[in-house]
Nanobody
Framework: QVQLVESGGGLVQAGGSLRLSCAASGRTFSSYSMAWFRQAPGKEREFVSGILWSNSNTYYADSVKGRFTISRDNAKNTVYLQMNSLKPEDTAVYYC?????????????????WGQGTQVTVSS
């Protein structure tokens, strides 16, 4: 069992940066593959990025590749999403998700654990 709490969202101008954090409770954080999803108003929740527990391989949606960087600190039970060159279309609620699977999927169902979300708003 793991509980996830996101932080770091806010309002930023286009071209700016934010770093999201996802703090996890539980003693086996290093065994979880972690992902970030986002949901914009009126749209489906979509995959943004993921990182494996086994080798820290990373994965990104095409829309954020080259701008966002996911990382994890197992000693701090925290996963991060560094977001640079933000665009208005990045505006969404960002959610952290965890899975015991040794693989990253873009589908929501395989992730049983979710945070409450943090709002990111990018102004033009």
């Amino acid at each position: 069992q793991v509980q996830l709490v996101e932080s770091g969202g806010g309002l930023v101008q286009a071209g700016g940066s934010l770093r999201l954090s996802c703090a996890a409770s539980g003693r086996t954080f290093s065994s979880y593959s972690m992902a970030w999803f986002r949901q914009a108003p009126g749209k489906e929740r979509e995959f943004v990025s993921g990182i494996l527990w086994s080798n820290s391989n990373t994965y990104y949606a095409d829309s954020v590749k080259g701008r966002f960087t996911i990382s994890r600190d197992n000693a701090k039970n925290t996963v991060y999403l560094q977001m640079n060159s933000l665009k208005p279309e990045d505006t969404a609620v960002y959610y952290c998700a965890a899975s015991l699977r040794n693989g990253i999927t873009t589908f929501q169902a395989p992730y049983p654990y979710w945070g409450q979300g943090t709002q990111v708003t990018v102004s033009s």
